[in-house]
């Protein structure tokens, strides 16, 4: 097996776990969320495109149903004894398949926790999967129950948070260099990728963010690539990522001498997340700190070029996104707590003048300060 926590590590997970359904009092957990699986067995595989669930007992017994071609992948990346595959054919039903196999496991007329809210299970499974079961036992949402034991990160996954935080700044020493006028998006952007992947890091959950010019003011990847005039905008957002686990990063650099208006704008980021570092502590909630950037924001006077959320949890994370379940938006109640890793986002996009300004990078919460992963500081970056 390719492990990469011993397995004290996994067992403590699976008994957070086990113990927090029975808190809820689940029979059974049936898991979709691929970084579920991965967290609590280490199984590692984009086959969630495709239906599979692993099917989690109250007891800590544990099931995988997938497809025949994730068989192998199981059994060599994870903890998980025993794999039953569900066939490929025509109509294919799975989840009749996982009635069956939770019959089989007399777990008839139980309490069923479910992940729906995953990019693991499609609209056309949801269905099917409460027409086969809905009769079978009763059906509980339980999406967010293992997103937020994960929340916590243990020392073991603390190494692979900072491990992915060196190789974010990695990559933006590799930016640096090539950001100048008639500089290449291109090589910018495999200069960036390339370092994380000769760091020995992994692919990101989603593709990394370039833009300059008006491309700057996006904060989505888009295909297509340009080369940076004299007087330019470079937004970027990347994250250096270790055994899946992810640190962001975000900067916009201004190429040629910054305008008033970047300076303006550069100057609310700096301010918000300053205020937002003596907040991102226990004793506040994520609500506290989005509360912090629209207060600093809006008195500035940039509420239309904000956006309603200022940053995210992060943690291994599969596609399409990096980000996990908890973010920082109005009326959030999670707790801040010790050791988790948090990204933080200033996203100022000046649609009237096109400018754009961005500021960002992830930290690890203690029991005061929060301690920034990144060696780069706060400064503007100009080329």
Same mark, same amino acid.
């Given at each position: ?8 590590? #996994? ?67 994870? &903890? ?53 079961? %809905?009769? #079978? ?114 900067? %916009? ?30 004793? &506040?909630? #994520? ?20 956006? &309603? ?8 994370? @599969? ?8 973010? @920082?938006?109005?009326? &959030? ?28 990078? %992830? ?21």
């Amino acid at each position: 097996m390719a492990l990469h926590f011993t397995q004290d590590e #996994f067992a403590s997970r699976l008994e957070r776990l086990t113990a927090k359904m029975k808190e809820e009092k689940l029979d059974v957990m049936l898991l979709f969320a691929q970084e579920s699986m991965y967290w609590l067995t280490g199984y590692d595989t984009f086959g969630y495109c495709f239906f599979q669930t692993l099917v989690v007992k109250a007891d800590g017994s544990m099931v995988l149903l997938t497809r025949s071609a994730d068989l192998r992948q199981a059994k060599h990346t994870s &903890n998980i004894e025993r794999v039953e595959v569900w066939v490929d054919r025509v109509n294919a039903d799975p989840t009749m398949d996982l009635k069956n196999l939770l019959s089989d496991l007399d777990l008839l007329g139980t309490r069923i926790g479910i992940e729906y809210d995953t990019h693991g299970m499609t609209g056309r499974i949801a269905r099917l999967l409460d027409h086969q079961l %809905t009769s #079978f036992g009763q059906l509980v949402d339980a999406s967010m129950l293992v997103g937020r034991l994960r929340l916590i990160k243990s020392p073991a996954e603390i190494v692979h948070v900072e491990k992915a935080a060196s190789l974010a700044d990695d990559a933006l020493d590799a930016a640096l260099p090539l950001t100048h006028a008639g500089g290449s998006e291109a090589d910018i952007l495999a200069a960036m990728q390339g370092a994380v992947f000769a760091g020995g890091g992994d692919y990101p959950a989603n593709e990394f963010i370039i833009g300059s010019g008006a491309d700057a003011l996006l904060c989505r990847y888009k295909a297509g690539r340009r080369a940076l005039d004299a007087q330019d905008q470079l937004t970027l957002e990347w994250a250096g990522v270790s055994a899946h686990y992810h640190a962001a990063m975000m900067r %916009t650099i201004v190429i040629g001498e910054p305008t008033n208006r970047h300076r303006e704008l550069y100057s609310a980021c700096r301010e918000t997340i300053q205020a937002i570092e003596m907040v991102l502590r226990p004793g &506040n909630t #994520f609500g506290t700190v989005f509360d912090i950037h629209s207060k600093i924001m809006d008195e500035r006077g940039l509420a239309r070029h904000r956006l &309603n959320a200022c940053g995210y949890s992060l943690g291994a994370r @599969f596609s399409p996104s990096w980000m996990e379940q908890q973010m @920082f938006h109005m009326g &959030n109640p999670q707790e801040i707590l010790p050791d988790m890793s948090l990204f933080v986002h200033m996203i100022i996009m000046d649609s009237d003048s096109g400018t754009a300004m961005t500021l960002g990078q %992830t930290y690890l919460t203690t029991e005061g300060a929060p301690k920034p992963l990144s060696r780069y500081g706060l400064d503007f970056i100009t080329a």
